[in-house]
C-alpha cells in the first residue's frame, strides 16, 4: 500500500479530450490532494488482502482522501469471467467497506485480468453494481495540483503472446494489429504529456519500468515507454506487478518509480542502490 499525503475536497465529471484521443476525467478540488494507490489485491480476502484493507481503511480516514488508484491485477487468478461474476464482491465491493474507501477508484488492468473477460471490467455494469469502480484501458485525470495518465501496459510485454504457458488470454480489442493499438496508444500519450502544464506529471501502469522486486525491470516498457516519460520530464511512476512497496530514484533523471503491488500476498526484493538493472 502506498499513500500520498495532501489534503482536498472533491468533484467529478467526464471532460472531453482537448489534444489525445485518450478518455478524459476531471477532478475539481481546492488545489491539494490525498491519493490512495494499492495494486495486486483481489484474492477473495486471502493473502491478507482483508488486513491490507482494513489498514487502507484506517489510513484513508485519517488523511481524508480524495480517491483511490488501483495499478492493476484486479482480480486473482483469472479476472472475471462476466459482469455477474460473484468475485467482484468477493474480491472488492464486499472487502473495502470502510466508510473512508467509499470514494471513486480508478483502476487499470494487469496481465491476470486479461486471462479473464477483459469487457467485463471495462463495462458501465459494475459501475451499477458499486459506483466507485472505474476502469479504462488508458485515460488521462486531471487535478488542480497533478495529471495522472493511466497506461495498459500488458500489451506492450512480448511473453504473454509468444509464450502465454497455459493461460489463455482476452486480447479482444487488441488482435489483430496490436502494434497499431501500441503505436496509436504511445502517439497518444504523447501528446498528452507535450501538452500538460500541471504541475506534477504522474504516470500509472501495471507493469514495472524499473524495480527491484522478482520480475525485474519490463524491457519492453524501458526501450518504449520510459523515453517518453523522461522526454516530458514525468515526476512519478507509479506500477503494480512487483508485489512490494518500493521508491527508485536516480541522479541521471527527475522521474522516479514507485511499485506499489502490496494489495495482498508479499514478494520478494533484491537491494540495489540507484536505478536497478538487468
Not at 471513486?104 to 471495462?122: F, M
Not at 500488458?154 to 482476452?170: I, L, N, Q, R
Not at 496509436?184 to 524499473?210: C, E, F, M, P
Request: glycine share 8%; with cysteine.
Amino acid at each position: 500500500m502506498r499513500v500520498a499525503v495532501v489534503l482536498s475536497s472533491a468533484v467529478w465529471f467526464m471532460a472531453a479530450a482537448a489534444v489525445a484521443e485518450l478518455p478524459r476525467l476531471e477532478h475539481s478540488g481546492d488545489g491539494s490532494l490525498a491519493v490512495l494507490v494499492v495494486g495486486d489485491w483481489g484474492r477473495k480476502g486471502a493473502y491478507n488482502q482483508t488486513q491490507v484493507a482494513t489498514q487502507m481503511g484506517v489510513t484513508a480516514e485519517a488523511v481524508k482522501i480524495d480517491f483511490v488508484i488501483s495499478t492493476g491485477d484486479n482480480f486473482y487468478d483469472d479476472g472475471l469471467t462476466g459482469v455477474d461474476d460473484p468475485n467482484f464482491y468477493h474480491s472488492f465491493a464486499d472487502i473495502y467497506t470502510a466508510p473512508s474507501l467509499q470514494k471513486q477508484w480508478y483502476n487499470v488492468l494487469g496481465n491476470h485480468d486479461y486471462r479473464g473477460n477483459v469487457e467485463a471490467q471495462l463495462s458501465t455494469t459494475l459501475q451499477e453494481k458499486d459506483p466507485r469502480w472505474l476502469c479504462i484501458r488508458s485515460f488521462i485525470l486531471d487535478t488542480k495540483l497533478a495529471e495522472f495518465f493511466f497506461v495498459d501496459t500488458t500489451p506492450f510485454s512480448d511473453k504473454y503472446f509468444t509464450d502465454p504457458e497455459d493461460h489463455v488470454y482476452d486480447w479482444s480489442g487488441l488482435l489483430p494489429d496490436r502494434a497499431t493499438y501500441l503505436s496509436n496508444l504511445l502517439a497518444d500519450l504523447d501528446s498528452a504529456l507535450r501538452s500538460s502544464k500541471a504541475r506534477w506529471k504522474i504516470v500509472v501502469g501495471h507493469h514495472t519500468i524499473k524495480s527491484a522486486g522478482h520480475h525485474g525491470n519490463t524491457v519492453e516498457l524501458e526501450a518504449q515507454l520510459l523515453p517518453i516519460l523522461e522526454a516530458h520530464d514525468v515526476d512519478l511512476y507509479v506500477n503494480g506487478h512487483d508485489h512490494c512497496l518500493e521508491h527508485i530514484s536516480s541522479s541521471r533523471t527527475k522521474l522516479s518509480f514507485s511499485p506499489v503491488g502490496q494489495g495482498r500476498k508479499r514478494g520478494k526484493v533484491t537491494l540495489a542502490h540507484g536505478i536497478p538493472r538487468r
